[in-house]
Nanobody
Framework: QVQLVESGGGLVQRGGSLRLSCLAS????????MAWYRQAPGKQRELVAL???????KYADSVKGRFTISRDNTKNTVYLEMNSLRPEDTAVYYC???????WGQGTQVTVSS
């Protein structure tokens, strides 16, 4: 069973940057497609970014050009580099094994104006 643990969230000012990490542990052959989601207060959880294999990626329109998803299979870790952060990026960010019910516990990102 794969377990996911996110880290790297925090409070940052508008225009700032954060890097989230998702460490996958447990029994698996290799990391499958991985995704970052977020959920803001009063809103539905939404897909932010997806990475398939080594380099194929997909982003929500709202974060294109600002966020970058990547993975390091040697460290069993998926990253979300977030730049030019905006107050509307404030949310709890979750890591997920794409297409499954395997989620991390979430990490809070707060962007102040």
């Amino acid at each position: 069973q794969v377990q996911l643990v996110e880290s790297g969230g925090g409070l940052v000012q508008r225009g700032g940057s954060l890097r989230l990490s998702c460490l996958a542990s447990g029994s698996y052959d290799r990391l499958p497609a991985m995704a970052w989601y977020r959920q803001a207060p009063g809103k539905q959880r939404e897909l932010v970014a997806l990475v398939i294999g080594g380099a194929k990626t997909k982003y929500a329109d709202s974060v294109k050009g600002r966020f970058t998803i990547s993975r390091d299979n040697t460290k069993n870790t998926v990253y979300l580099e977030m730049n030019s952060l905006r107050p509307e990026d404030t949310a709890v960010y979750y890591c997920r094994v794409s297409g499954t019910s395997l989620w991390g516990q979430g990490t809070q990102v707060t962007v102040s104006s």
